[in-house]
């Protein structure tokens, strides 16, 4: 069954350093999206991405978040100066049609522990 | 925020039916109702959704109520894999989908 992959699984970095997550969605998928989990609280929504650009995103996507989608299959969220508050498990997810007629798959997740 | 209400928790005994209810009142007339679940440690994942008639597919059923303001999910048997939390999501815009606390399922052997 395909599926969506997140690399790293976890991260460990120091308050203001650069992190780039990573994913692979779903080779014949349309949309992706990234959200995060802070450990305890609920999922909450970043961004959306499709046809190369950003389609909807949250007021927690600020401009120390970026995604790009490089190569055709990775999909990446960067995180340009990461602060505490960033530690949370970020998931990756993507869908053939939009999300609300559609199934979104997510990923494993990758947990980011800001020191 | 398209905002829907949902116990915290519930019980239920393995094998028997559950029936977890949602309330979605602000539910404009384009929104699919969407049902995912987290396992422990694991993303999201797509249980059934829905917009008007009710939908069965392997994992469970969904039955909307007909002013389309509350809708349940069905686990026909609950077994231990199914001890999750249950989110209850309906969107007025495309992507955003909003995960609100959802419903924490015990499965009791």
């Known amino acids: 069954e395909p599926e969506v992959t997140q690399t790293p699984s976890h991260q460990v970095t120091q308050m203001g350093q650069e992190v780039i997550l990573r994913c692979v969605p779903i080779?014949?998928?349309?949309?992706f999206y990234w959200y995060r989990q802070i450990l305890g609280q609920k999922v909450e929504f970043l961004v959306s991405f499709y046809n190369n650009e950003i389609s909807e995103k949250s007021e927690i996507f600020d401009d120390q978040f970026s995604v790009e989608r490089p190569d055709g299959s990775n999909f990446t969220l960067k995180i340009r100066s990461t602060k505490l508050e960033d530690s949370a498990m970020y998931f990756c997810?993507?869908?053939?049609?939009?999300?609300?007629?559609?199934?979104?798959?997510f990923g494993e997740g990758s947990r980011l522990t800001v020191l | 925020d398209a905002k829907t209400t949902q116990p915290n928790s519930m019980e239920s005994n393995e094998e028997e039916p559950v029936h977890l209810p949602c309330n979605h009142s602000t539910i404009s007339g384009t929104d699919y109702i969407h049902w995912y679940r987290q396992l422990p440690s694991q993303g999201p994942e797509y249980v059934i959704h829905g917009l008007t008639s009710n939908v069965n597919n392997r994992m469970a059923s969904l039955a909307i109520a007909e002013d389309r303001k509350s809708s349940t999910l069905i686990l026909h048997r609950a077994t231990l894999r199914d001890a999750a939390v249950y989110y209850c999501i309906h969107t007025n815009t495309g992507n955003q989908f909003y995960f609100g606390t959802g419903t924490s399922l015990t499965v009791i052997p």
């Open positions: 080779s014949n998928h349309l949309y």
């Open positions: 997810a993507s869908s053939a049609l939009t999300g609300n007629t559609g199934e979104l798959f």
